[in-house]
């Protein structure tokens, strides 16, 4: 059976961490090189560093925040926000990515996916996807937001996740708004509809509390990953205690060296 992966992901504005609830009062976590060295020395098997206001603001990712979080890690670091060609992908490896994360882009010109898998890899394209959707509907009406989940994109979720994995995506980062931050579980149910659509890797996004939280995404959501922030970020929980968890549960995990 392979390996669950547990992922520590660092929102990013103006070169801090922050971390809200669903996607709006944002604070201070700290600063992304020393958590992301802290995270990955825990046992993170990967750290997500996704500039969050770039694609609003209309600019390209911080790269000094990237160098700098890079030199500190051994496990791979994936980056998002503000990469709208190839050769701003391309930047963003030269500073130290393993991967890149495309959301709002991928979307406005879907070719973008196919363009740096060509030059790069399908495995080093992440398509991220935030995802929302009313209370009590049915998972193949939820719906996707673009620019840090302030506007809807007109896509629905699943439909979406096909046609990336289609265009060349290694992965799929999923997220549910609804159930960002609020540390009450993953969205399990969004998580396996779009695990079931596709044949590539899933990451489950938005939720995190605590470890029961993680067995179910697994077990559930079928997730191949699942990522979390803030339980990190404050102290809650720990990754090396995570995994130890999961083990006992019968999840299989990689521990560090």
């Known amino acids: 059976m392979l390996t669950r992966r547990i992922i520590a992901c660092l929102d990013v504005r103006d070169g801090r961490v922050v971390k809200g609830v669903q996607f709006v009062d944002l604070i201070d976590a700290g600063d992304p090189a020393e958590l992301a060295a802290r995270h ?28 700098r979080t890079a030199e ?100 799929i980062l999923l997220t549910s708004m609804d159930s960002d931050g609020t540390r009450s579980g993953f969205d399990c149910e969004l998580t396996a509809a779009v695990s079931r659509a596709v044949q590539i890797p899933v990451i489950a996004s938005g939720g995190a509390g605590n470890a029961q939280h993680f067995i179910r995404v697994f077990r559930e959501g079928c997730a191949d990953a699942a990522l979390a922030a803030g339980i990190f970020h404050f102290g809650i929980a720990d990754v090396r205690t995570l995994k130890e968890q999961l083990q006992i549960d019968g999840i ?6």
């Open 252 to 257: 299989p995990v990689r521990f560090p060296c």
């Open 40 to 67: 990955a020395i825990a046992g993170a098997d990967e750290v997500v560093l996704l500039d969050i206001t770039a694609t609003h603001e209309n600019r390209g990712t911080l790269l000094d925040t990237v160098r």
């Open 72 to 171: 500190r890690l051994f496990v791979p670091l994936t980056v998002g926000g503000g990469i709208r060609t190839a050769d701003e992908a391309m930047a963003v490896f030269e500073a130290g990515a393993d991967k890149v994360s495309i959301n709002s882009a991928a979307l406005a010109r879907p070719d973008l996916i196919s363009e740096i898998g060509a030059k790069f890899g399908a495995q080093a394209v992440i398509v991220a996807i935030d995802a929302r959707r009313v209370a009590g509907s049915p998972v193949k009406q939820a719906e996707v937001f673009v620019a840090g989940g302030r506007k809807p994109a007109g896509r629905r979720v699943v439909e979406w996740a096909r046609e990336a994995e289609s265009r060349g995506a290694g992965e």
